[in-house]
């Protein structure tokens, strides 16, 4: 059964730091990697995906990557800023027995003070 | 912009009332999801539709059952509500790929709360 892990839970930096963010995986095999951004109370905003052929994604100061092999996934986020803070969920697709479903971590909450 | 709507955002109902939670998408996408989400249990996928009139349990289907009617609408119902369903739902849809390269789109969610 496929597991996905965040650490850590939560995070607090000051403005303009570099922060990297961990994600796990038990089952390498997946179709691909999601990171997503939940605001409190809100529902979730895609951020990257990364399809399991890739090795990495960017979008303006986030960079996503993948190490199917070892079951790993990274978010960086360059130059932080007080609008970074929020809850930052992982989630994989596939895996031997789940087809189809998405399995998300549990999350790290960033707090990026100004 | 895909636009993923659910009927409420706060609901307050009484433990063995039924409830309808409805969500609507605005993309024709084939595929809609219904998760919950808790505290120390992150999201967990209750039912989805591939299809029209199609459904499939997820990880924790009890207590649950699901309509898709139209394409653009999957409402989840509790048939009996209770306290162990106080929760936020969240609703979320996606293109059907063969290669399930498309991500999902998700709504504001709705926070339930059973008394």
């Known amino acids: 059964k496929q597991e996905v892990t965040q650490i850590p839970a939560a995070l607090s930096v000051p403005e303009g730091e570099n922060l990297v963010l961990n994600c796990s995986f038990t089952d390498s095999a997946i179709y691909n990697l999601q990171w997503f951004r939940q605001d409190p109370g809100k529902g979730l905003t895609s951020l990257l995906l990364?399809?399991?052929?890739?090795r990495e994604q960017t979008s303006g100061r986030l960079n996503a990557s993948l190490d199917k092999s070892s079951g790993r996934s990274t978010l960086y986020i360059a130059a932080s800023q007080p609008g970074d803070s929020a809850t930052y969920l992982c989630a994989v697709l596939g895996g031997s027995s789940n087809t189809g479903k998405l399995i998300f971590g549990q999350g790290t909450t960033l707090q990026v003070k100004p | 912009d895909v636009k993923v709507t659910q009927s409420s955002r706060y609901l307050v109902k009484r433990t063995g009332e039924k409830v309808f939670l409805e969500c609507v998408q605005d993309m024709d996408h084939e595929n809609m999801f219904w998760y919950r989400q808790d505290p120390g249990l992150g999201l967990r996928l209750i039912y989805f539709?591939?299809?029209?009139?199609?459904?499939e349990k997820g990880d924790i289907p009890e207590g649950y059952s699901v309509s898709r009617e139209k394409k653009e609408r999957f409402s989840l119902i509790l048939e009996s509500a209770s306290t162990n369903q106080t929760s936020m739902y969240l609703c979320?849809?996606?293109?059907?790929?063969?290669?399930?390269?498309?991500?999902?789109?998700f709504g504001p969610g709705t926070r339930l709360l059973v008394l």
């Open positions: 539709s591939y299809d029209v009139k199609m459904k």
């Open positions: 990364i399809q399991s052929s890739q």
């Open positions: 979320a849809s996606s293109l059907w790929d063969i290669s399930f390269q498309e991500t999902q789109y």
